[in-house]
């Protein structure tokens, strides 16, 4: 969701050219292709389809692989940097890991 909610902002040199509908469109297609991993992710890894995870537990992992994405494309694309505070907000996620699956 990351390339379709912030893409366009980070390649705005190659797509200003598009108006915002076509930029919308653009948006919704790359975020149907990502959901159409996600969702069948989500159905084989909940335990009321017979996988392994809770709901709180796919939740969790979702948030947490979101924003890794999100810091790499922050670095990567939009060329900021990481500072302290960000690191305190990682190991806060790594203690709502810790809490979530724990039995």
Do not use: D
């Not at 890894?45 to 537990?57: D, I, Q």
Request: aromatic share 18%; with cysteine.
């Amino acid at each position: 969701m990351t390339l379709a909610w912030y893409g366009h902002i980070a390649f705005k040199s190659r797509l200003e050219r598009y108006g915002i509908i076509a930029i919308i469109l653009i948006s919704w297609a790359v975020a149907l292709f990502e959901y159409c991993f996600q969702v069948p992710a989500n159905r084989i890894g909940s335990e009321a389809m017979g996988g392994p995870f809770t709901l709180w537990h796919l939740k969790v992992i979702q948030e947490v692989v979101s924003l890794v994405v999100f810091t790499l494309f922050m670095v990567i694309f939009m060329h900021e940097g990481l500072k302290w505070n960000h690191f305190v907000g990682f190991a806060c996620l790594v203690l709502a890991v810790y809490f979530i699956f724990k039995k």
